[in-house]
């Protein structure tokens, strides 16, 4: 058995190599936006819940403040966000779409319907590859491993 062969039986490699590709189908989708690929997904969440606190983004994101924070600091800058201090805890930052944000949500809205076209799988393919990953994730979170 080659090398080769062993790394392509590995599911973290197969994880990795799916990542990989998505981000890559995604970058000229998110490209004719205006957007990179982690600012589309702070927008994602600030479509839901927008006024979302730097911390719930970071929760949801999955990402710490070393990270997120120069995001939504460029975000700012470009004129997709703002950031306040909350007017009843000083130290919770709310973050808010500006016109310019909100307003992107509809172009984005066919991303996801053109990323699924490039992989080529049927929306019940998706769901249930969404689920399967869901699962993945919770059970490695929860293994004494993980």
């Given amino acids: 058995m080659s090398e080769r062969d062993v790394l392509r039986r590995q599911v973290c490699f197969a994880l990795y190599s799916a990542s990989r590709a998505a981000t890559a189908a995604y970058r000229p989708l998110l490209d004719s936006l205006g957007l ?38 460029r975000m700012e800058a470009a004129g997709l966000l703002s950031r306040q201090r909350s007017s009843t805890d000083e130290r919770r930052v709310e973050v808010r779409l500006t016109s310019t944000g909100a307003a992107l949500q509809k172009q984005a809205d066919a991303v996801p319907r053109q990323l699924a076209d490039a992989a080529g799988l049927t929306e019940p393919e998706l769901n249930e590859l969404r689920a399967t990953l869901i699962r993945l994730t919770a059970a490695l979170r929860s293994s004494p491993a993980g």
Avoid at 52 to 72: N, Q, W
């Fill in 36 to 73: 990179t690929y982690p600012q589309y997904l702070v927008l994602l969440v600030l479509w839901e819940r927008d006024g979302a606190t730097v911390r719930d983004l970071g929760e949801e994101l999955e990402l710490d403040s070393g990270t997120l924070s120069p995001l939504l600091k």
